[in-house]
């Protein structure tokens, strides 16, 4: 068996690079990135976990799609038709919080689609509350 010079140091290069890069990947996690919200319900909350090793701003936008997939047709949501809350959230290091998303839209057999975005802002001057102590 034939093996160029090199190829077997590169790949175990490569290896140790990513397994030592692997810890530095921290990020927002939401679970499932695909959710549903059946028929008979008018409600879901999606949780959010910050990963990192200080805190973050989590904010969310909507768009109204016409269909998943690389050719989508983004569009804003009628008003009052998927609403969301909070706004925002401010979350520690490790701490997890919900967003609740409520749909008030028609009530037919036609399928409707979203696409939710999640969006992580980095605060360094946000700092965690205690409560007054007397």
């Not at 093996?3 to 890069?21: H, N, P, Q, S």
């Not at 028929?39 to 269909?67: G, L």
């Not at 919080?97 to 749909?103: A, L, N, R, S, T």
Request: hydrophobic letters at 35%.
């Amino acid at each position: 068996m034939f093996r160029r010079r090199g190829v077997t140091l590169t790949k175990a290069l490569l290896t140790v690079v990513c397994m030592l890069a692997a810890p530095l990947t921290q990020a927002i996690s939401v679970g499932n990135l695909t959710f549903s919200l059946p028929s008979e319900t008018d409600f879901v909350s999606k949780r959010v976990v910050n990963n990192n090793k200080s805190a973050r701003i989590y904010r969310i936008a909507i768009s109204a799609i016409d269909s998943p997939g690389s050719s989508e047709l983004r569009t804003r949501p009628v008003d009052g038709e998927l609403l969301f809350a909070p706004r925002q959230l401010a979350l520690q290091a490790g701490e997890s919080e919900y967003f609740k998303f409520y749909y008030h839209g028609p009530r037919d057999n036609r399928e409707r689609y979203y696409r939710v975005s999640f969006r992580e802002v980095p605060t360094r001057n946000l700092t965690k509350t205690q409560p007054n102590r007397r």
